[in-house]
């Protein structure tokens, strides 16, 4: 699968999902961005620990989106 920031940054695009949901989801899991540090990152504009792919992904198949890595 590809980098669930890339598959985040689509679905962002084309309105399928909302950041705020995103968001919400990734704390869930133990993601500690504040939203504009996340949605930095799914943009590729800031860099955060390599644990944060997996974390993202995992949001993102709560949002119901095959992110797997």
Same mark, same amino acid.
């Given at each position: 699968? +590809?980098?669930? #920031?890339?598959?985040?940054? =689509?679905? %962002?695009? !084309? #309105?399928? %999902?909302?950041? +705020? /949901?995103?968001?919400? #989801?990734?704390?869930? !899991? *133990? *993601? =500690?961005?504040?939203? @504009? +540090?996340? /949605?930095?990152?799914? @943009?590729?504009?800031?860099? #955060? !620990?390599? @644990? ?8 993102? +198949? /709560? ?7």
């Amino acid at each position: 699968m +590809e980098d669930p #920031r890339r598959t985040a940054r =689509n679905l %962002i695009r !084309h #309105r399928t %999902i909302d950041l +705020e /949901d995103l968001w919400i #989801r990734y704390w869930a !899991h *133990g *993601g =500690n961005a504040p939203i @504009f +540090e996340l /949605d930095a990152y799914i @943009f590729e504009v800031q860099e #955060r !620990h390599p @644990f944060d792919l997996r974390i993202l992904s995992w949001a993102l +198949e /709560d949002l119901g989106v095959d992110a797997a890595l």
